[in-house]
Each structure stands twice: as structure tokens, then as C-alpha cells.
């Protein structure tokens, strides 16, 4: 399978899974289901495609690392490992919409704000992840219950 066919594939399912996130969170019949789908089980797929691409590819650029902007660059440069990093971005803001929503649901707080908070996790990750915490968070001296 080609790097863009995966690329296709990989977008493809992280949308359906968005939109799985999307039914569970506001809709109580079959709930689990969607979530369960949305949440885990297509985020397992998307980090089965992206384990297979980094056997893959992943020393395909011999100078390429982690240790300067230029070193990242390099290794970006090969297709297969950028499609390997749109998958790992794509499965880890998968994980965190759903670990937004179980916390919600399981402490029972009001929904609306992941109206926001969700699709801002779906194209800018850590910016919904930064409106989850300002919507949820309330100090009060201790854990508190929804990070």
C-alpha cells in the first residue's frame, strides 16, 4: 500500500470516527457502540496502520531524528514517514476527544462545552485540549475530578 493510499485510508476512518465521537456524545441510544467504535476501536486501526508504516519506513532516512528542526525535516521528507505522522496525530486526538468525553460523562458535567471542545481536538489537537481544560477545569484546592 502506497503512503497516500494510507494517507486516504487513515483520514478517511479518523473522520468517520470524529463523527462516531460526535453521535455518542449526544445521543443515548447505542451510545457505547458509537463510542466504543469512535474511541477505541478505529483508533486501534489508525495505530495498527501506523505501527506498519514505521516498520516500514521508518529508517528510510538514515539522517534523519529528533535532535534538530533539520533532522525532523529530513526524516518528514520521505513520504512514508509523514503518512506515518498523520497517523500518529490522527489516533492520539481520537484518544484524547474520548478520554474528554468519558471524563465528562463519567462526573456528569454539562455537555455543551464539547460542542467547542471536540472539533477544535479534531483539526488542532492540543488547542482543543487547551478549551477542554479552560471549560472544565475549577480550582478548588483539590484533584480535581475531570483532567
Known sequence: MTPDTVF???SSLALLAWLCL???TFQTQ???AWLTVGGRLLPIC???MYLGMIIRYWHSVPD???TSLEQVARLFSESGNLAAGW???LAFDL???RWMIDKVQTNNARKWPLLVCLPFTFWFGPVGLLLYLVCYFKPQGKQNALL
Request: no cysteine; aromatic share 14%; charged share 0%.
Open 8 to 10: 486516504q485510508m487513515a
Open 22 to 24: 460526535g453521535v455518542g
Open 30 to 32: 447505542y451510545q457505547n
Open 46 to 48: 489508525l495505530s495498527i
Open 64 to 66: 534523519g531524528g529528533f
Open 87 to 89: 497517523l500518529h496525530f
Open 95 to 97: 484518544l484524547i476527544g
